[in-house]
Every structure is written in structure tokens, then in C-alpha cells.
């Protein structure tokens, strides 16, 4: 079957920057909008980041102006910027490509 590989999480300190991707291990046809959750444990996963196939994006306010979206359609692959990161960006981030999941990668944001 198809499967998004997620990776580029980790630790990192306040104000730092990481880099997430999700790759396709198969082929995909044509995805659709691409978007990254994140889920911190007894909370809901929240939508941070979607782009559309023409490469519009729109982003939840607690992350704009410091995280960037894009997507790579030769590659199958999305990736995030996450600049300026806050403590309160700790969370596992998963990517959707509907109707795939990524597995998630922990993203840690301390001192």
C-alpha cells in the first residue's frame, strides 16, 4: 500500500528552526491539498498548515508568519518550516494527504 514517511522532528531550543517532510513510499496520482496536524496527548489534533495543489496555503493563527508550508509534486512530498519555535509548539506532527496519515514525529521545543 501507499504510506507517508514523516521526518525531520526532534529537539530543539526556543527560537530554533526544524524542517518536517512527508514523502510517499508509493505512488500517488494527482494528491489533492496536502496539510500538517499536530496533537499534544488528551487534545485534539489541530490543522496548522494546508496547501492546495496550485500551492495556495492557509494557516491556523498560532503558527503563521513563523511556520511555511510547501509541496513538491514531481517528489510527492510536503514539507514544513517551522521558524521561531515556542515551547508551546511541542507536539507530534502528522501530515495528510487524503485519504493517507503520516505516523506522526515528535517535535520538542525546550530549554
Known amino acids: 500500500q501507499v504510506r507517508l514517511v514523516e521526518s525531520g522532528g526532534g529537539l530543539v531550543q526556543p527560537g530554533g528552526s526544524l524542517r518536517l517532510s512527508c514523502a510517499a513510499s508509493g505512488i500517488i496520482v494527482s494528491p489533492g491539498s496536502m496539510s500538517w496536524y499536530r496533537q499534544d496527548p488528551g487534545k485534539q489534533r489541530e490543522l496548522i498548515a494546508s496547501?492546495?495543489?496550485?500551492?495556495?496555503?492557509n494557516y491556523a493563527d498560532s503558527v503563521k508568519g513563523r511556520f511555511t508550508i510547501s509541496r513538491d509534486n514531481a517528489k510527492n512530498t510536503v514539507y514544513l518550516q517551522m521558524n521561531s519555535l515556542k515551547p508551546e509548539d511541542t507536539a507530534v506532527y502528522y501530515c495528510n494527504v487524503p485519504p493517507l496519515w503520516g505516523q506522526g514525529t515528535q517535535v520538542t521545543v525546550s530549554s
Open positions: 496547501i492546495t495543489r496550485g500551492g495556495n496555503s
